[in-house]
Each structure stands twice: as structure tokens, then as C-alpha cells.
């Protein structure tokens, strides 16, 4: 029996719910070159998505010999809120520009490593996949930290709203640094959390040092993400993402 | 099926045009993997530059096209993603004809692509396609677009 598509599916609503949420900026951010920064990364993150989801939805029908009649949109579309595996950091509101910077920041400081290492997965699918999101999650990782650096060591305003957003986003960090299955990391499928761990802490670190900013303490960390419990932001961003699709279904464009 | 229609396969499939980036072809990008007969019918194999690149789903169209065309057709367009794309595929010709469309390509140092000055600056990391970014000649004055090394 597979165990790809449970595997996979966390992974692919991490990505596609973090790229709504991006591209929710499109004609809106501060300057036009951020616009089109904001607009890849979504870019990016959907194509991440669809990518994962492709493999998820070919693997269940496998198991069953006869389809499920699983494609990337249904599995996007015609889900509810509680069958979503996405932690919650990425399901937070975009908030001021400050708080989209912090929670990309957080995200691809684990995305960074976590891909890196998953390229040596044994899973073929997934090694495939890493290979791509590697050198994506990386530019990601650069352009967040430098953002963050320029706000955290900027005016006193923007110093302020990122400290803020720090402190806000800081306990649903924990969640998206924690492995999704023990069984799959022994089994080679998944890569070693503790290492991307240390990584991430290496990064988090210098940056925050960079950007004069203060860690907030570790003592409440939000989770339920994985298992479908999610906050009540993320209802109404799939409210608004399914909408389309729900209204006509099977609609093209 | 024989070499001669592979070859003429080979051939239109290989001048389809990246629509993103003209004149670019998808064997310039090197995004074109394979041209295989699969039991009479032609198989193209195509690999994404980057994952959620839209321009890809019109590449498949115009593949299709190309070889209908060519009275080649109906044809499979399949995706593979390993080994995965970078920079490194593209060819020779791909660079030559970047720099003539006032885009600077990726590897080695920035230059302006209009006067060749190394003295030039990033406005953003991120351009108006997933695979540029944005520059300024700090000699001409000129801005431009440079293809992201990957």
C-alpha cells in the first residue's frame, strides 16, 4: 500500500494555500517590482502544488484499480477545511506587509533545507519534485530575509510592525518544523527533521540578528494544522478560493 | 515509422517558440527532453523551467500544433521533471539570441546586454516572467532583464 499520497498531500496544501495567500497581493503590494516579486512566489508555490497533488491523485487511484476520480482540482477545490493538512502558519492572513514577509520568512527558512535534503528522498516522485523546489525555496529564502533585514533594521515604524508580526506568527513555527511521519523518515522516503531543524534555527538566528529583531520566547506553540483543525482565517480564504469552482463546476477557461 | 518522419518530427517540434520568449525555441531553453515513436504515434517529452511556469500548458498546444501541421499529428505531450532543468540547458544559440532581444543571459557575470558595461545594478530579483529579473545599466542608463541563474 502506498503511503505517498498522505505523505504528499501536507506538502501540497502547505504549498498551494501559502501561494492563495501570496497571490492575494497581486495589485496591491507597496511597489510594482514587489508586486511581481509576490506574484511568482505564488506562481512558484502553485506549480509546487499542482505538481504534488498530480502525484497524490495518480497514487490513489492506483491503490484502488479503478481511479477516484482524484484530479489536481478536485483535490484543491472540492475539499472542505478539515481534510486540508497545511500547518497553520501558512493559512494566516496576509496582515500588512510586515507579517507576509515574517510568515514567508518562517516558511522557506524550513522549505530551504527540508527540499535540499528531500532531493535524496527514495521515492522517485518526491525526489523529482525536490529537485525543482530546491532551487525555488532558495530564492524564496533570499528575497524573505532580505525583506526582513531591511524591515527589522529600518525605521522605527517598520522595525515595529515586523517585531509585531514576529511575535504574532512565532507560535505557528513550530508546527511546520515538525516531521510529518516518523515511520517515512526511517524508511528513507521523508528526510531527517533534526537536521533541517538546525538549519533553520541557523538561519532564523542571523537573520534576526541582521534585522535587530528579538526572538519571542518558545512557549506556546499553535498546531492542528496537520490533522484539519485549522483558525478561522483560513475558512474564508477557501471560502473565496473554491468559490469559482463550486459555483460551475468543471468550468474552463 | 520511419527515421525520415521521426526526423521531420524532430525537426518541427524543435521551432516551436518559448511564447513567453520569441525567438527563443524550446530546444534553445533546452525544455525539449525527447521526440520518440511510440507505437506510430509521436511522443514529445517536455521539462518545466520552473514548476509553475503558465507558459507551459501553451508550449503543449503549440507542440501539438506544429506537428498536426507537419501532417505528424495527433500527437502525446508528456511532463517529466528529472533530471531537473536549469540554466546549464541552455544552448549556445539561446544565448545569442537573449542578448539580441535586450535580455542578459544567465551564468558567468551581469553586463548590460546593450553596451556590455559591468557597471549595472538589481532593481528586483523578480521579473515579469518566473525566469528574469530586473537591472539597470549604470553606463547607458538603460534598464533590462536578465535570465535568472538557476
Redesign the interface.
Known amino acids: 500500500m502506498s503511503i505517498l499520497p498522505d505523505l504528499l498531500l501536507p506538502l501540497a496544501d502547505d504549498a498551494l494555500v501559502l ?1 492563495h495567500r501570496l497571490s492575494e497581493w497581486c495589485g496591491r503590494a507597496p511597489t510594482p ?2 508586486d ?2 509576490l506574484a ?2 505564488a ?6 502544488a ?2 504534488l497533488y498530480a502525484v497524490v491523485a495518480q497514487e490513489t487511484g492506483q491503490e484502488t484499480g479503478q481511479g477516484t476520480g482524484q484530479t489536481e482540482d478536485t483535490l484543491a477545490y472540492f475539499r472542505d477545511d478539515r481534510a486540508f493538512r497545511n500547518c497553520l502558519l501558512v493559512e494566516q492572513a496576509n496582515g500588512d506587509f510586515a507579517q507576509t514577509i515574517v510568515r514567508q520568512f518562517l516558511f522557506s527558512a524550513h522549505a530551504d533545507p527540508f527540499w535540499r535534503a528531500a532531493c535524496a528522498s527514495a521515492a ?1 516522485a518526491l ?3 525536490a ?3 530546491e ?2 525555496s532558495a ?1 524564496h529564502l ?2 524573505a530575509a532580505a525583506w526582513l533585514v531591511r524591515l527589522g533594521d529600518g525605521t522605527e515604524e517598520s522595525h515595529a510592525r515586523a517585531q509585531a508580526a514576529l511575535t504574532a506568527l512565532w507560535p505557528c513555527a513550530e508546527e511546520a518544523l515538525t516531521a510529518l511521519d516518523p515511520v517515512a523518515v526511517v524508511a528513507g522516503i521523508l528526510p531527517d527533521p533534526a537536521p533541517i531543524r538546525a538549519a533553520w534555527e541557523a538561519t532564523v538566528t542571523a537573520t534576526l540578528s541582521r534585522a535587530t529583531l528579538d526572538r519571542p520566547a518558545d512557549d506556546w506553540p499553535q498546531t492542528g494544522g496537520r490533522a484539519g483543525r485549522h483558525t478561522e482565517a483560513f475558512g474564508k480564504m477557501l471560502a473565496e478560493m473554491q468559490s469559482l469552482a463550486r459555483a460551475h463546476p468543471g468550468a474552463v477557461w | 515509422m520511419s527515421t525520415r518522419r521521426l526526423a521531420r518530427a524532430r525537426a518541427a517540434v524543435a521551432a516551436v517558440e518559448d511564447p513567453e520568449l520569441p525567438p527563443l525555441t524550446i530546444a534553445d531553453l533546452g525544455i525539449l527532453r525527447d521526440v520518440a515513436d511510440r507505437d506510430g504515434r509521436i511522443e514529445v517529452t517536455i521539462t518545466p523551467s520552473y514548476t509553475g511556469c503558465p507558459a507551459m500548458v501553451v508550449i503543449g498546444w503549440e507542440i501539438e500544433a506544429a506537428l498536426d501541421r507537419a501532417g505528424l499529428g495527433p500527437a502525446l505531450v508528456r511532463t517529466e521533471l528529472a533530471p531537473a532543468w536549469d540554466t546549464a540547458s541552455l544552448t549556445p544559440a539561446a544565448h545569442a539570441k537573449l542578448r539580441a532581444a535586450g535580455i542578459a543571459p544567465p551564468g558567468g557575470p551581469l553586463a548590460c546586454p546593450r553596451c556590455a558595461s559591468a557597471r549595472v545594478e538589481t532593481i528586483s530579483a523578480f521579473g515579469a516572467t518566473a525566469c528574469k529579473s530586473l537591472h539597470r545599466c549604470l553606463e547607458c542608463r538603460e534598464p533590462f532583464e536578465a535570465f535568472k541563474t538557476l
Open positions: 501561494g517590482e514587489e511581481l516579486a511568482n512566489l506562481l512558484d508555490q502553485i506549480g509546487l499542482r505538481a522517485p525526489a523529482a519534485i529537485a525543482k523546489a532551487k525555488e530564492y533570499r528575497h
